[in-house]
């Protein structure tokens, strides 16, 4: 129950109320009982009183503002949608332009006589050339099918092998010889490797160290390595290094050699035995010789030889630095090596090449080759494989001499030869690694002139070396009835020619194919001191 005094608190605070609200709806403010204001754009934020403000001006608008700004947002909404539509067009015009683009790549077509003549006179376009090409070599691997009508294949090769000789800085006569080797697919993977250095390696010497501890000991250094691979006990490859490879401690201290995976692999195929007598006759700048040593325990003798005096100051260097005390230097001209001393039951021989195996270090081979430089080449590999197999002999109780040849594809060329007292004993001979010309032709020669025949290299990677030699564009043919293999190819000059079917032994191995330097290796066996006798008719006695 209300009494009197507070029912008439409530009627005189019901009678402000109802004035407040009046002032509030005639615009006039309202104020609290402590004199503030108590609108409700006082509690909002600036930006909803901002909002607030805008909304009031656009109430008072007219009539006729209110209907310009409709039609206005109608005709904005109207070219939004046309812009949105003129948008998709241009999108579904770009699509088919492109596809007709793909339809045009996919449709090669030879360049005409005047293009040609354009292109010689502009600068190169590598990325023509480069587009060029791979639309080129997908006609050529589907000729029947995507070949542009009256051309022939021989059109299609002579642009391919003039984009590519651009394209890589190669020399014609050079590219020409390696299309004649190599199917199309893998000629473009040997050029890219070309163009990418091999990994570094070293040698474990373990006449000093084990490769376990000399690891270890470069990881602690900053160097990231790893083994080299399965078949190699001695190797390590070198990704990175903080410090100088070529100057650590351990270098200096002879616990490693910098040498080449590639050039591991006649050493590896010659197999030296403890207490031999071996003579490496070209063996600058020591690596394979140091090598030698390190698998005979510094036993028995070899004789480290070579032509030029200046080379030798780098053999005998590093021989004292990796602590090999059993080889003795010598400066004499290989081909007269048999002359001054013989008898030996190995014998090395890294003879010169064109080096067309380390492009990768010198780019210059890609140029300055010709026919003339390669012959000439073959006919030095030719004398000095004759007089290492001359300075090696062969012990008949024993029941013959194993010979190793190894023909690389490097700066220069290396056969070794052996003459044991004990069992047979190999030599080996490396040469250039792709051409015919400075391997298997050479080899095929020696057979020929020699008591000599080839056996395994007891190496169980890289690929066959070539018996047949025909040239790789004929490879989609028929050739007398019968379907041409496509490992077996030589240049054009060569066509057909037939090699001792012994040659299979030999072993190949590519830059792209097994990412080091490239190297061609024939492992002999001597069964005889007699030098066969020509026939009539200057044919030589071939011996199987």
Request: hydrophobic share 35%; with cysteine.
């Amino acid at each position: 129950m209300w009494s009197y005094p507070a029912m008439g608190r409530w009627k005189r605070a019901a009678g402000r109320w109802r004035r407040r609200r009046t002032r509030t709806e005639s615009g006039e403010e309202m104020v609290d009982d402590y004199g503030a204001s108590s609108s409700e754009e006082e509690e909002l934020l600036p930006i909803e009183k901002a909002a607030l403000k805008q909304k009031s001006d656009r109430g008072g608008l007219s009539e006729d503002d209110s209907e310009e700004e409709e039609e206005e947002e109608e005709e904005e909404e109207e070219e939004d949608e046309e812009t949105s539509t003129h948008k998709t067009g241009q999108k579904e015009e770009e699509s088919k332009d492109l596809q007709l683009n793909l339809d045009v790549d996919e449709e090669f077509k030879l360049p005409t006589n005047e293009q040609i003549e354009k292109e010689t006179n502009e600068p190169l376009d590598l990325h023509i050339i480069h587009q060029r090409i791979k639309g080129n070599m997908e006609v050529l691997q589907d000729f029947r099918v995507k070949r542009e009508e009256g051309r022939t294949r021989q059109e299609y090769l002579a642009l391919l092998r003039r984009d590519m000789a651009a394209y890589y800085s190669y020399s014609d006569f050079l590219l020409k010889k390696l299309m004649d080797i190599f199917p199309l697919p893998e000629l473009i993977n040997f050029l890219e490797a070309n163009e990418v250095p091999r990994p570094v390696t070293i040698r474990t010497n373990t006449l000093k160290t084990r490769r376990r501890d000399l690891a270890q000991a470069l990881i602690n250094r900053g160097v990231n390595l790893d083994p080299l691979g399965k078949w190699s006990k001695t190797g390590l490859v070198i990704y990175d290094s903080s410090v100088p490879i070529g100057a650590t401690p351990e270098y200096l201290a002879g616990h490693y050699m910098l040498q080449g995976a590639s050039s591991l692999l006649p050493v590896m195929a010659l197999a030296p035995q403890e207490n031999e007598r071996i003579l490496d006759m070209c063996c600058a700048p020591g690596g394979k010789t140091s090598y030698i040593a390190q698998l005979m325990k510094n036993t028995g003798m070899i004789l480290a030889n070579d032509s030029n005096a200046e080379r030798l100051r780098s053999v005998v260097g590093n021989l004292h630095r990796l602590g090999v005390t059993n080889a003795v230097v010598s400066n004499c001209d290989g081909r007269q090596f048999p002359k001054v001393l013989g008898g030996f039951d190995r014998v090395l021989l890294d003879a010169p090449c064109s080096g067309t195996g380390v492009i990768s270090k010198d780019p210059a081979v890609k140029t300055n080759k010709d026919e003339k430089d390669i012959l000439r080449c073959a006919h030095l590999q030719k004398e000095l494989l004759l007089s290492a197999i001359d300075s090696g002999q062969c012990c008949l109780r024993d029941r013959g001499l194993r010979c190793v040849l190894h023909l690389l594809h490097h700066s220069k060329s290396t056969l070794s030869w052996l003459s044991p007292q004990g069992a047979g004993r190999p030599q080996v001979l490396t040469f250039n690694l792709w051409q015919v010309e400075e391997n298997e032709w050479v080899v095929d020669y020696a057979l020929k002139k020699r008591n000599v025949r080839l056996v395994a290299t007891g190496l169980d990677f890289g690929k066959e070396g070539f018996t047949r030699c025909v040239p790789v564009h004929q490879l989609t043919r028929v050739h007398q009835g019968h379907s041409v293999i496509s490992h077996h190819f030589s240049s054009s000059r060569f066509k057909d020619r037939r090699f001792h079917p012994s040659l299979k032994h030999t072993r190949r191995f590519y830059p792209h194919t097994h990412n080091m330097d490239g190297f061609f290796i024939a492992k002999f066996k001597k069964f005889s001191n007699a030098i066969p006798k020509a026939q009539k008719g200057n044919l030589v006695l071939e011996l199987c």
